[in-house]
């Protein structure tokens, strides 16, 4: 286990498609992330979960956005009919739960361009 | 609201000379700070942490930070530059008690450019 893979590295899409990425933690990580970053910002909260259970998100997560991790290992983000506004890198992060205060893993990012 | 900022968009440095990127807070409690770096298309790694003792924190190639409670700062710093510190830098908070998500609060980001 190298770290957090996320995949695709990039995507691009037409407005109005829907998107899915995944991720991947470090395989013992029971707290798994996802951020936002747009071109001259710093990541974005959008959400958190602990093993399977969602459990915190931010309002940036309209309902066009939906996050998964049915089994408290990998995790899905789904952006239904998307907008320009919603190009962005999309990153996941993971920890270990008591242990946070040392800082997440990154993953490398999903690059969404929507055209 | 909570929120952190890093006052400079860009930090231009000779190679050799010390350089600094600054960083400031407003989160109430005692947060755990942060700084990460990240290079073009590449995700963040995680640079140096301050959760509690000393005020000067040593982190990954020779960066290091002091964390100043009174002026609410943590300004990350390095001694002698390198070309190849040129990089992106983000400055980051995980507010105390938080509800303990481990969610964090990011600046805006300080590019940093070393010239030989």
């Known amino acids: 286990d190298t770290g957090v893979s996320q995949n695709p590295r990039h995507k691009i899409t037409k407005r109005g498609q829907n998107v899915t990425f995944r991720c991947d933690p470090i395989s013992e990580h029971n707290r798994l992330y996802w951020y936002r970053q747009t071109l001259g910002q710093g990541p974005e909260f959008l959400t958190y979960f602990q093993n399977e259970a969602q459990l915190e998100k931010s309002r940036l997560l309209s309902d066009r956005f939906s996050a998964e991790r049915p089994k408290g290992s990998f995790s899905t983000l789904e952006i239904q009919r998307t907008e320009q506004g919603d190009s962005a890198m999309y990153l996941c992060?993971?920890?270990?739960?008591?242990?946070?205060?040392?800082?997440?893993?990154f993953g490398s990012g999903t690059r969404l361009t929507v055209v | 609201a909570q929120s952190v900022a890093q006052p400079e968009d860009q930090v231009n440095v000779a190679e050799g000379n010390p350089l600094t990127v600054k960083c400031t807070y407003s989160v109430s409690g005692n947060p755990y700070l942060f700084w990460y770096v990240q290079y073009p298309n590449r995700g963040l790694q995680f640079l140096l942490k301050y959760i509690t003792g000393d005020n000067l924190v040593k982190g990954s190639y020779g960066f290091e930070a002091e964390f100043n409670k009174s002026q609410t700062s943590f300004h990350l710093k390095k001694p002698s530059a390198l070309v190849s510190d040129s990089a992106l830098y983000f400055c980051a908070v995980r507010p105390h008690g938080s509800g303990n998500t481990g969610k964090l609060i990011f600046g805006q980001g300080t590019t940093l450019q070393v010239k030989p």
């Open positions: 992060a993971s920890s270990l739960a008591g242990t946070a205060e040392y800082g997440y893993t």
